[in-house]
């Protein structure tokens, strides 16, 4: 663990060593949250986000097998309230 100070206008130095873990160069860009704790977080923003979220919730349910799931549903209810048509020719 490091400690730094903030300077006048609230800025912190990263120390090198950090920076070069986490591939920080100069100019990238970071996001910047507090954590529930109180803790501030500083993370690399990804050259791509939109990419950097593809596989985000991986470990969760599968959206679309619930979908196609509450579909068949709906579609067993819809059958089985239409009434059901005799056969033709006979009495």
């Known amino acids: 663990m ?4 903030t300077s006048t ?4 130095v990263i120390p090198a060593g950090l920076r070069a873990q986490i ?3 100069p100019g990238a860009k970071v996001v910047v949250r507090l954590t529930g704790d109180g803790a501030v977080q ?3 923003l990804p050259k791509n986000p939109v ?3 593809f596989g985000l ?4 349910p599968s959206l679309t097998a619930a979908l196609k799931g ?4 709906e579609r067993e209810r819809e059958e089985s309230r239409r009434p059901r048509s005799r ?3 006979g009495r």
């Open 57 to 60: 919730f991986v470990d969760g």
């Open 2 to 5: 490091k400690v730094v100070k």
């Open 9 to 12: 206008k609230g800025q912190v």
């Open 70 to 73: 509450e579909r068949k549903a």
């Open 23 to 25: 591939g920080l160069r």
């Open 42 to 44: 500083i993370r690399p």
């Open 51 to 53: 990419a950097a979220g």
């Open 87 to 89: 056969p033709h020719g």
